[in-house]
């Protein structure tokens, strides 16, 4: 099932014109984007290079995995696609419980929620006034229910972000496929953003259509208009965040968050390539989002109780998605008694736990790094920036300083077999490629088996087969511009 959505909304973080920029109206509380100390040594911060993240990117950016929830009639049907004949009635789950959802996710470790609010078979799971295919016309709640509203109030009990998908495609309405349709479509979508279910923070479209319509028959500037202006709009192409070219949530292991949108309809867009890996130098800020689902399919089956995921395999998907420079979206589709199965939860708990075990000790924390080039010699760009645990300080060189290297002390012959590794993205995406070397217990430098070390963007993870150091150096071997690091970690997970 391919899916896409667009990331809307671009208040520039620190940029003052060019594709991705408006005025900053953050609001009180969103992420921080500049580094603020008082010196006055004179040395001043780099410039940001080519496009940034707007401040809804990087509050985005932050939330790292998320679920994706499937639900409707294909629920009931064993069907991935149902056709927009089935019977609402269909529609009944016994025991609906959306805080279910929340807390389970919450507990997971999750930021958000976004729901399929509406599939291509058209049944919208709230009370849509555009559409005679609704919970209202289901037995379920006795047609007075709304999965969205309940899904949407328990997200925010929770702390839980919550976001939507609507499918375009649309069986089972009577105008999809003329000019009409797309007026119809952007009312639905008019419906869910004009806050009457609270702040949406990403909005999903998905790039299925019927036979003998083209998506260049949708009207996607309309659509996007529909859309709370701080909403996250994903696509293939933008302009917001990107599908990352497959469903196994494998991101290019060179990925860069900017892509060329010029030219590049939302869903017509198909350069796999592109997707997977970004484009370096993109005119635009584009990150991407790894989907996947815990299950075999995307629905709910109960022939797939005994096909969840297994823990290894999750730990596998967290490496090449959030460890690739993506977020990652991990769906898990309630059953059909409206809750999460148990199956489902126990991974997911088992998951949180592992991370929580493999992402204990931080080896790095607090070391006192270094480096032979420091911007200006300014303490405000020391080396030791890269491990106070601050998101918002940052190791960088001077302007004309393409190459690098860094340094991170350990305590004694330290064994670890994970480095992560952050750039200060509100000041642009720059490192293209860079090794790693360890001081090993003779006292030799060693370079670091780590597989692919081009690209870093927001978050890099290495894993790699344990050894023992004194030292690690991380040398930045080309960039486009002055590299930024504003974080370095080191772990031995025992994976």
Known sequence: MKKIAVFAACAALVCSCGPNSCS?????????????????????????????????????????????????????????????AEDPNIFNPTDLDCMQWAETAKKAGMTGIILTAKHHDGFCLWPSQYS????????????????????????????????????????????????????????????????????????????????GVSNDFYNWELFFSKVQPDAIIFSNAGPGCRWIGNEDAIAGETNWATLNTAGRNACNFQDVTAMSHGEMNGTDWVPGESGISIRPGWFYSPGTDKYVKSLDKLVDIYYTSVGRNTNLLLN???????????????????????????????LAAGARARSQTVRGGSPRFSPERVTDGNYDTYWTVDDDTLQASIEIPLEGNTVFDNILLQEYIPLGQRVVRFSVDYLDPDGIWQRLDAGTTTTIGYKRLLHFPAVAGSMVRINIEEALACPVINNIEIYNTGR
């Open 24 to 84: 900053d109206k953050r609001p009180a509380g969103s992420a921080t984007t500049t580094v603020e100390e008082d010196f006055d040594d004179g040395v001043e911060a780099p410039a940001p290079y080519g496009a940034v993240p707007s401040w809804q990117q990087m509050d985005w950016h932050k939330m790292e995995y998320y679920m994706f929830a499937h639900f409707g009639p294909n629920t009931f049907t064993d069907r991935e696609w149902g056709n927009g």
């Open 132 to 211: 005679t295919h609704t919970v209202r016309e289901s037995k379920w709640r006795d047609g007075k229910g709304d999965v969205v509203r309940e899904l949407a109030d328990a997200c925010a009990a929770t702390g839980l972000k919550f976001g939507i998908y609507l499918s375009p495609w649309d069986q089972n309405h009577p105008t999809y496929g003329t000019p009409q349709y797309n007026q119809v479509f952007a009312s639905t979508l008019g419906e869910l953003h004009n806050g009457s279910y609270g702040e949406i923070f990403e909005q999903w479209f998905d790039g299925a259509h019927g036979a």
């Open 332 to 362: 898990v589709p309630p059953d059909r008694t409206g809750r999460i199965h148990k199956n489902d939860s126990v991974r997911l708990m088992e998951f949180r736990a592992e991370l929580d075990r493999m992402f204990a000790e931080n």
